[in-house]
C-alpha cells in the first residue's frame, strides 16, 4: 500500500516511526521550517526530522489544499494518514487517495474535538483518553470512526506523559486500522454530533495561574500546562513556573503550617489575608513553598518551580538560597 504521511510535532514523528516499519511510507509532508530562538534560525519540525532520519521524501506546504495538490496528484497515494497536521484538507484533497485519509487524533472522538485534547482531558479531571482513528472529512475531527483504544490517565501524570504514551498508541492503532483496511473488513462507525465537545488551541497566555481555583483544579492545572506553556505566576516582578503541586489537606499538616503563618514575627497578623488566594503561608525547608487556594480546607505546596533567570529546581532547593517572606502575595 502506497502511503503518504502528514503531520508537525513529536506526536506524529512518533506515530510515522511505528507506521514505517509495518508499512514503508512514500512521502512525508509537514509544514515549513519557522525561524526559533534569538537568531531566528530555521527549525524544521520534529516530523521532518524524523522523516529524514528514516530516509524518506520530505515535502513542504503551508497549505497543502492549494500548494501541494498537484504533487500529491502525481504520487498517487492509495492512503493519506494525518497525525496533528494543523491544516484543513480541501475536498480535492481528500478525493485523491483510493482509501481515503485516515487521522489519528489523541482523544475519545466525539469528545475534544480539535488541537488541544490531550491538555484538556487532564484540565477537566478525566479518568481516561485514547486514540481514535476516523476518517478525515472537512469539518474538524467529524469523520466515522474505524476504532478507538483507551488508555487511562496517571494521577500525577502530565500533558507531556500523557502525549508520550499516546504517540506509541497512536502508532500501533493506525497498524491495525491499515490491516483492517487492506484484508476488506474495516468498519466505520458514524460519530454523534450531540455528544461532541470542542477544544481550543493553547497559548503561552493561557498558562497563568489563577489561585483562586480549588487545590485540586490547580493540581489538574499544572499538569495539564507542563511542560508548555507551563503554569505560572509572578514572584515581584519575576516570571515563577510551576512544574509540580502538592495538595496539603492533611489536618494535623494543614494545622501545623497555619501556626507558622500566623506566629512568623515579620507578618503583621492580618488574618483576613488567609481569605486571600495565592498567599504565602510558608516558606522553608521543612514545609517547602505553600500558598493557599480556593477555601476548601486545603492548601497547595509548589514543588517544582523555576524563577526567571534561574534553572528549574524543587521549592526546598530554592529556599535555600532565597527568603521570601510569609504573607507574600504571588500573582
Known amino acids: 500500500m502506497k502511503i503518504v504521511f502528514m503531520g508537525t510535532p513529536d506526536f506524529s514523528a512518533v506515530v510515522l516511526d511505528r507506521l ?43 497549505k497543502v489544499s492549494k500548494e501541494g495538490i498537484d504533487e500529491i496528484r502525481e504520487l498517487a497515494p492509495d492512503l493519506v494518514v494525518t497525525a496533528a497536521f494543523g491544516q484543513i484538507l480541501s475536498e480535492a484533497f481528500l478525493s485523491i487517495p483510493k482509501y481515503g485519509v485516515l487521522n489519528v487524533h489523541a482523544s475519545l472522538l466525539p469528545k475534544y474535538r480539535g488541537s488541544s485534547p490531550i491538555q484538556h482531558a487532564i484540565l477537566d479531571g478525566e479518568k481516561e483518553t485514547g486514540i481514535t482513528i476516523m ?7 467529524a469523520g466515522d ?15 507531556g506523559e500523557l502525549f508520550d504514551r499516546l504517540a506509541v498508541v497512536g502508532g500501533q492503532a493506525i497498524v491495525e486500522a491499515i490491516k483492517l483496511i487492506e484484508s476488506g473488513i474495516a468498519e466505520f462507525t458514524e460519530q454523534d454530533d450531540s455528544a461532541a465537545t470542542h477544544c481550543s488551541m493553547i497559548s503561552k497566555d493561557d498558562g497563568i495561574l489563577h489561585f483562586s481555583r480549588t487545590a485540586e483544579e490547580l493540581n489538574r492545572f499544572v499538569r495539564g500546562m507542563t511542560p508548555w506553556p507551563s503554569a505560572y505566576t509572578y ?36 488574618i483576613s489575608k488567609l481569605d486571600r488566594c495565592g ?53
Not at 135 to 141: F, G, L, M, N
Open 20 to 62: 514505517n516499519q509495518a508499512y514503508p511510507v512514500c512521502a512525508v509532508v509537514t509544514a515549513p521550517d519557522k525561524p526559533t530562538g534569538r537568531g531566528y534560525k530555521l527549525q524544521p519540525s520534529p516530523l521532518k526530522q524524523k522523516a529524514e532520519a528514516l530516509k524518506i521524501p520530505v515535502l513542504q506546504y503551508s
Open 135 to 141: 476518517r478525515t472529512v472537512k469539518e474538524v475531527d
Open 145 to 159: 470512526i474505524l476504532l478507538q483504544k483507551r488508555v487511562e490517565i496517571g494521577e500525577r501524570e502530565t500533558a
Open 235 to 270: 514572584l515581584g516582578d519575576k516570571t515563577l513556573k510551576v512544574f509540580e503541586i502538592e495538595i496539603i489537606d492533611d489536618p494535623d499538616k494543614f494545622g501545623e503550617i497555619g501556626v507558622s503563618f500566623m506566629l512568623d514575627p515579620k507578618f503583621d497578623g492580618d
Open 279 to 331: 498567599v504565602v503561608v510558608a516558606a522553608d525547608v521543612k514545609h517547602g513553598l505553600v500558598v493557599t487556594a480556593k477555601n476548601d480546607n486545603a492548601f497547595i505546596r509548589l514543588k517544582q518551580i523555576q524563577l526567571e533567570g534561574a534553572k528549574k529546581m524543587s521549592d526546598v532547593e530554592f529556599l535555600r538560597g532565597r527568603k521570601i517572606e510569609i504573607g507574600t502575595v504571588l500573582g
